[in-house]
């Protein structure tokens, strides 16, 4: 069975293969068609690097699995559990529940500021205020070292805020 993915490599592999035959075909000493020429490349490389990414599942600028990290990063992003749930605070009655522009731009800018497990490890310990404990089991590191990550977290935040 066919997926769309292998279809995609088909037509790239098939385009790619005209550009190279308009490519050849083209007179080297034209000046409109040296000009033309570096088109056609730059679109040949173009295509090189989308097939290989295709065909690979990975970013060919990326090397000795330096982007597996961003992968890991980014999945668990994707399922954001660890982000209090404010359904409670809703039904409680009206607060201040929406953020304004700059507050959006200061919230960005503070956790941007935090590395991935400080920020993690915060947001478990801070919004859901999960135990030091349970957070290190989770992690799969020691307890001093989630305690470390929140107490940095919490510098780093304090010195954003202050």
């Known amino acids: ?8 490599i088909l037509q790239y592999k098939k385009h790619r293969s005209e550009l190279v035959k308009k490519r050849n075909k083209m007179n080297k000493e034209d000046p409109q068609d040296k000009l033309d020429l570096t088109h056609y490349n730059s679109m040949i490389d173009e295509m090189d690097f989308v097939l290989q990414w295709l065909e690979t599942g990975r970013d060919p600028n990326n090397y000795r699995g330096a982007d597996r990290k961003g ?3 980014y999945q668990s992003f994707q399922s954001i559990d660890f982000i209090p749930d404010i359904t409670e605070q809703i039904e409680e009655g009206p607060k201040h529940l929406y953020m304004s522009a700059e507050e959006k731009i200061i919230m ?20 859901r205020q999960i135990s030091v ?9 020691g307890k001093s070292t989630a305690q470390s990550y929140i107490e940095r977290a919490k510098r780093k935040i304090k010195k ?3």
């Open 108 to 127: 960005a800018d503070i956790f941007s500021s935090l590395s991935f497990r400080e920020r993690h490890c915060y947001v478990l310990h801070v919004g």
């Open 133 to 141: 404990a349970k957070i290190a089991k989770g992690l799969g590191v």
């Open 1 to 8: 069975m066919k997926i769309w993915a292998d279809e995609l």
């Open 71 to 73: 992968v890991y990063q």
């Open 160 to 162: 954003r805020v202050s």
